[in-house]
């Protein structure tokens, strides 16, 4: 009777321990999910070092920012730190308006004269809204600019002291 106990007894102990362990479907899930992460950080490492560019935060950079300002918004044209100025508005996106007027640019910037030149791209999203039929030579602030064709503005302390229209009128003034 005694093996009998004996063996009751181990079989109750084995049963307890096979039924401690994790059921199947779960250890499939928790080896699945390290996979899965393991093979994400994997990309992820790849991805760091392709796309290294060497602009790391532990490189000692000491490149400057340099603010473009040969073309500003319709928006900052009465608010140029300058105290006197020309603001060129044209739109880029016509070719033939285009190619006189960035040659009449480059030959007024190039040869140093003052005041300086800035210039306004009318075809910019950002400056559409200043397009109009009629124009406006005598705002006060940008809100009320209403720009149609090309127009050069010269500006002295921040109002309007002249409002030039015409591609032939511009060139005049500019040569």
Known sequence: MAKKNIKKVDKEAKIDIESKDLPDS???AIIITIFVLLFLGLFYLITV???DD???SKKNNNDTVE???KEVLVGTSFSISDSEY?????KT???EINSDLASLVSNYRS???DPYLYTV???NALNSAFNSDSSNSLATKASELKISGPTLIKFVDGKISQYIEGIETITETLK
Do not use: E
């Open 54 to 56: 060497g602009t790391s």
């Open 67 to 69: 603010v473009q300002h």
């Open 26 to 28: 779960v250890k499939q």
């Open 86 to 90: 020309y603001v060129l508005y044209y």
């Open 49 to 51: 070092l392709i796309l």
């Open 111 to 113: 040869s140093n004269k």
């Open 121 to 123: 791209d009318m075809s």
């Open 93 to 95: 996106d016509d070719d």
